[in-house]
């Protein structure tokens, strides 16, 4: 097997169907390290990893803060509190001091869409891309790509149903462009206010009613809804957001009987997805968290050459 | 007889359209002879051989920011003006958001200074129509139009209160100006940084909708109806917005309208790699949307090409995509992008002169014309000259153009203001 093709992981659309399966399968081997009593391989040793993180986040940080180490690389983190961010320092400014300590990796989470691909147009080191406003979370979709693979056995010819809102979610675009370059099949479904126009360009069905998509979905798959949308006009309220589109067991009688519920964190109990529903036999939560780690490992791995 | 321009096809549209010779004289148009090409001129006068080139009125760009007084970093009145005359342009109108803005004659006069002492191209201000752009009531127009001002406009900072937009054009009227409306609905456009649609969603930058435009455009003709202002409109970018001035012009409403050479030339596609230099306020629009600009240039629906010549340095322009400031600039590439559409057979070479100096001069009430007596503003047009696009080249102080590296077909060769040469391309 050749190693990885791609310098950058920047979004999904530049990753082939044969550059996810690769990611995919040395995910699996990196998720037996992560089993062993000493959960710590020599590979990476005396690289490293730097993370920028412009947008808080506790998850996607320490995922691969532990992917990293686990890997027996260096890795440093730079948030906005602590970073010069706050002093005004542009993008470029910072990221050139960065590159001035050579280091063979940056991750970096950002407010803008493109501020991953405006780095890897300025910089040496591989870019990492962990989340750019609304546009690309692609170690999010490769983890929940590789908790679908490892629970279904398959992902061609799946029906994934993303609920919520498609507009703001760079998990939804993500996920949108990832499963069906492995041949599954995407719905959408939320408020119209959140559904952004063109959105069926991008090849997917958009359904009005949660209700009516629910039954024919294999993986359902919530997104955080967030109370600043009020402000926008987007929604009324919390209460009515749940009553629609939240995820309950009610709703989740329709439901096949082996459907798989996923939810990329942090959770709204009680308003996208019900706490029964989260802690539920169909979750799979906890499996997409472990499995981040593993995705995030590979990638490490396979961009800085390993096969 | 101080300059002959000896050969070249003469297009002065409503006059003249074939080869002559142009004779100039103190400032002035001294003659226009057909035929011509050869004779002997006397040893003191300056000749100008222009076999195989486009002897046109000067060309007038409607829509310019020269950044000075405030941000002269990005731009100078002299630098702007230079640009100016290199694009072909013997005129621009110098819009009002500077820092202080032109709210007052004495910054219309320290313009009109500041261009006198540049020597290059002329400047027409256009003012403020309300004071400090701040949408809260009317500066003095009567006033700012004997310091010089031609027009009146808050660009950049859209007129939201469509009372004030009334008075403005009303008032306008008794001082014999033209109001100049950027079209945009603030809420509706309120943090979008490119044109909505699926780009923007793939692209997952918040989208600018037309109607944010095309809804201003359908208030500001309903108010040019009812005051009989006159109403010209900044940078029409949507299909919509050229229907509705269609319409307009039909029932005989007192509108005109500019479009700007990247909104007839690229589209929304253009944004794809989060470059900064294809953000623009108009954003670029679909190819559908760009079309409908070319039709309008074509069918006169759209009077005028400006360029809305935005300058930003790198502080604001080498920045995340969103955060990044809107605006390209333009002088220096406007003539070529316009003559690409007469070599794509959209325009005739007489319509891309009225629609760059004719029109232009029309709608702010200048002179333009290559008639006997008339003032020599001149642009001299090689269209077959093939260049490449370098903002390296550029006499603009900014680098901000989204045709870096382009190739392109026609551009000025020599620019003659009030009888005298400003510019001319070194071969
Ligand atoms: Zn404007
Ligand atoms: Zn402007």
Request: hydrophobic share 45%; net charge negative.
């Amino acid at each position: 097997m050749g190693g990885m093709r791609h310098k950058h992981i920047l979004d999904m659309a530049s990753l082939s169907d044969a550059d996810i399966r690769m990611i995919l399968d040395t995910a699996v081997r990196m998720k037996e390290i992560s089993r062993r009593p000493i959960k710590k391989v020599p590979t990476l040793r005396g690289k490293t990893v730097v993370q920028f993180f412009y947008e808080p986040s506790t998850r996607t940080k320490s995922s691969f803060d532990l992917a990293a180490k686990r890997l027996s690389a260096d890795s440093l983190s730079f948030s906005k509190a602590t970073s010069s961010a706050v002093k005004g320092e542009t993008l470029l400014d910072t990221v050139q001091n960065i590159e001035a300590m050579q280091p063979d990796v940056i991750i970096i989470r950002h407010g803008s869409a493109g501020a991953p691909h405006f780095l890897a147009h300025h910089c040496e080191a591989s870019v990492i891309n962990a989340g750019d406003g609304m546009h690309a979370h692609p170690t999010q979709a490769l983890l929940d790509l590789m908790t679908v693979r490892e629970k279904m056995g398959r992902l061609r010819g799946l029906d994934l149903l993303i609920v919520g809102d498609i507009a703001h979610s760079r998990v939804a675009r993500s996920n949108i462009v990832g499963f069906q370059k492995m041949g599954a099949h995407v719905t959408v479904c939320g408020p119209p206010t959140m559904m952004p126009i063109g959105i069926e360009q991008m090849g997917v069905k958009v359904a009005p009613s949660l209700d009516d998509a629910i039954g024919g979905a294999d993986v359902i798959m919530m997104l955080r809804i967030q109370k600043e949308r009020q402000a926008q006009f987007l929604m009324p309220d919390e209460r009515e957001y749940a009553a629609v589109f939240g995820l309950n067991l009610e709703r989740l009688q329709k439901a096949s009987d082996d459907v798989l519920i996923m939810h990329p964190g942090p959770m709204n109990r009680g308003v996208e997805i019900a706490p029964e529903v989260a802690d539920g036999p169909y979750a799979v939560i906890l499996e997409q968290v472990t499995n981040g780690v593993a995705v995030r490992m590979a990638l490490l791995y396979l961009v800085l050459g390993g096969k | 007889m101080d300059l002959i321009i000896r050969g070249g096809r003469i297009i002065d549209p409503g006059h003249f359209d074939g080869e002559a010779d142009l004779y100039i004289n103190e400032g002035r148009i001294a003659a226009l002879k057909p035929g011509g090409g050869t004779g002997e001129a006397e040893k003191s006068v300056k000749v100008i051989a222009a076999r195989g080139k486009i002897v046109a009125p000067g060309l007038i760009d409607l829509h310019v920011h020269l950044r000075e007084p405030g941000e002269e970093y990005k731009e100078t009145i002299a630098s702007g003006c230079r640009a100016a005359v290199a694009g072909g342009f013997t005129a621009v109108c110098a819009m009002p958001n500077t820092h202080p803005p032109n709210d007052c004659a004495q910054v219309t006069e320290f313009i009109l200074e500041r261009a006198q002492s540049a020597g290059a191209a002329r400047v027409y201000p256009v003012a403020a129509i309300s004071p400090g752009l701040a949408g809260k009531g009317l500066t003095p127009f009567y006033e700012l139009a004997a310091a010089g001002a031609v027009a009146f406009t808050d660009d950049g900072l859209p007129v939201a209160n469509s009372l004030l937009m009334r008075r403005a054009l009303e008032y306008a009227r008794g001082a014999g100006c033209p109001v100049i409306a950027h079209c945009e609905d603030p809420l509706l456009s309120a943090d979008g940084a490119m044109n909505e649609g699926p780009t923007a969603t793939r692209l997952g930058l918040r989208g600018i909708p037309n109607v944010a435009e095309s809804a201003m455009v359908q208030r500001d003709i309903a108010l040019a109806g009812l005051t009989g202002g006159k109403l010209h409109l900044a940078h029409v970018s949507t299909r919509e917005a050229v229907d509705a001035i269609r319409i307009a012009k039909s029932q005989g409403v007192a509108v005109t309208a500019e479009a700007a050479p990247h909104h007839f030339t690229l589209d929304d596609e253009a944004v794809c790699d989060y470059d900064p230099n294809m953000k623009m306020y108009p954003p670029l629009r679909t190819a559908a949307d760009r079309d409908a600009i070319r039709q309008g240039l074509a069918d006169g629906t759209i009077d005028a090409i400006a360029s809305d010549h935005a300058p930003h340095s790198s502080i604001e322009k080498q920045l995340e995509f969103d955060l990044a400031a809107n605006g390209v600039i333009g002088l220096e590439t406007s003539l070529p992008l316009a003559l690409k559409l007469v070599h794509d057979g959209v325009l005739s070479l007489p319509r891309l002169v009225e629609l760059m100096a004719c029109h232009p001069a029309r709608i702010i009430g200048v002179p333009c014309g290559l008639q006997t007596g008339m003032p020599a503003d001149i642009t001299i047009i090689d269209p077959d000259a093939v260049f490449t696009v370098s903002a390296d080249n550029f006499r603009s102080q900014s680098r901000n153009t989204p045709f870096e590296g382009w190739t392109l077909k026609g551009r000025a060769t020599t620019t003659i203001v009030a009888g005298r040469v400003v510019f001319a391309l070194d071969d």
